[in-house]
T-cell receptor
Framework: AQSVTQLDSHVSVSEGTPVLLRCNYSSSYSPSLFWYVQHPNKGLQLLLKYTSAATLVKGINGFEAEFKKSETSFHLTKPSAHMSDAAEYFCVVSDGGGFKTIFGAGTRLFVKA | DTEVTQTPKHLVMGMTNKKSLKCEQHMGHRAMYWYKQKAKKPPELMFVYSYEKLSINESVPSRFSPECPNSSLLNLHLHALQPEDSALYLC?????????????FGPGTRLTVT
């Protein structure tokens, strides 16, 4: 069975400092992994995805994530936080066998001025 | 056009009402999804349609009834809901169903059951 764990429910950073949102997954297959962002009272927007190509994936708005099979991790990073990055972030694993998407519990990112 | 639209944006209904949520996409996607999202929680999958056929039903109560009239439209019919059904209902679509396909989400319908 596949699962995904987001290691922090809340992360707080100052504007201009790096962002790290942590995600570990469990999968019997070679998984597809995604990061989505959700601003308050909005739908979800895809930030980036990994589908067994390059292990370092670049996404929108300066975000990137690195797939590390040995650590079963897919952490999301950004070099410099902006106030507009304050939102909820979801790490998602795609269950190829059952055709389901499995969401992590989410990490709320706060950005201080 | 990479947009998924949902109507209405907000809906307030009584427990004896019948209402419908509508979702539309014009990206040629062949898979469409309904999710329910409670406050401060991740979305929970309710239904998946693939090529206009229901492929996944996550044991959702029968007071929720999905319908896929064509490849661009997805409806969710609501009847005799309970207050605990109040939530944000999200629609999504993807090019196909399965591993590797990213989903595009609509803005959601905020449902309140009184």
């Amino acid at each position: 069975a596949q699962s995904v764990t987001q290691l922090d429910s809340h992360v707080s950073v100052s504007e201009g400092t790096p962002v790290l949102l942590r995600c570990n997954y469990s999968s019997s297959y070679s998984p597809s992994l995604f990061w989505y962002v959700q601003h308050p009272n909005k739908g979800l927007q895809l930030l980036l995805k990994y589908t067994s190509a390059a292990t370092l994936v670049k996404g929108i708005n300066g975000f990137e994530a690195e797939f590390k099979k040995s650590e079963t991790s897919f952490h999301l990073t950004k070099p410099s936080a902006h106030m507009s990055d304050a939102a909820e972030y979801f790490c998602v694993v795609s269950d190829g066998g059952g055709f389901k998407t499995i969401f992590g519990a989410g990490t709320r990112l706060f950005v201080k001025a | 056009d990479t947009e998924v639209t949902q109507t209405p944006k907000h809906l307030v209904m009584g427990m004896t009402n019948k209402k419908s949520l509508k979702c539309e996409q014009h990206m040629g996607h062949r898979a469409m999804y309904w999710y329910k999202q409670k406050a401060k929680k991740p979305p929970e999958l309710m239904f998946v349609y693939s090529y206009e056929k229901l492929s996944i039903n996550e044991s959702v109560p029968s007071r929720f009834s999905p319908e896929c009239p064509n490849s661009s439209l997805l409806n969710l019919h609501l009847h005799a809901l309970q207050p605990e059904d109040s939530a944000l209902y999200l629609c999504a679509s993807s090019q196909g169903q399965g591993e590797g396909y990213e989903q595009y989400f609509g803005p959601g319908t905020r449902l309140t059951v009184t």
